[in-house]
């Protein structure tokens, strides 16, 4: 083999494994962009102060997650948002004030609108994670923690 051949060899396996490693690691970045958090997963401790948001939640705000659960019924049919919760529920939680804020749902605000689904169902939900209490302008719905920008699939 000349010098030359060796130097397009050289070339080429330098190439393919440059371009092996990039799209691996550009798969992998795509595929931990959303981290998963489950129900038993939003709440460290309750104290008399009520609960507080586990590490993993505090880790987590401002970040894309995703969560599985069920749609609570909507407040009204064209509402931008719904409960999701961790068991199906007949009736919407629909919480005053922070201290009645349950701890197994999470407020989801969509991206767009989607169709709603049957309360037995079970979702999972892609989002934005916010926490602190917050009271929606438009409903006064009280909500600690939400998930903003989201969509849904059933699973």
């Known amino acids: 083999m000349t010098d030359t051949s060796r130097s397009t060899l050289s070339r080429r396996s330098l190439l393919a494994t440059a371009l092996t490693l ?3 690691l550009a798969f992998r970045s795509a595929h931990a962009a959303t ?3 489950a ?6 401790t309750f104290s008399p102060l009520g609960l507080e948001f586990s590490d993993k939640v505090k880790n ?3 970040e894309k997650i995703s969560i599985r659960g069920f749609m609570a019924p909507p407040l009204k049919a064209e509402a931008q948002f719904f409960v999701l919760s961790e068991i199906p529920m007949a009736l919407c939680p629909f919480c005053s004030s922070d201290a009645d ?13 989607q169709t709603f689904v049957q309360p037995n169902q079970m979702i999972e939900v892609t989002g934005t994670l916010d926490r602190g209490s ?3 302008p438009e409903t006064g719905f009280v909500s600690q ?3 903003r920008d989201a969509r849904y699939k059933t699973v």
């Open 22 to 24: 990039g799209a691996g």
């Open 101 to 113: 804020w349950p701890d197994n749902i999470i407020v989801v605000y969509l991206d767009r609108k």
């Open 145 to 147: 923690l939400r998930l």
């Open 35 to 37: 981290a998963e958090l």
């Open 134 to 136: 917050w009271v929606d």
């Open 60 to 62: 987590l705000t401002g």
């Open 39 to 44: 129900f038993d997963d939003l709440y460290g």
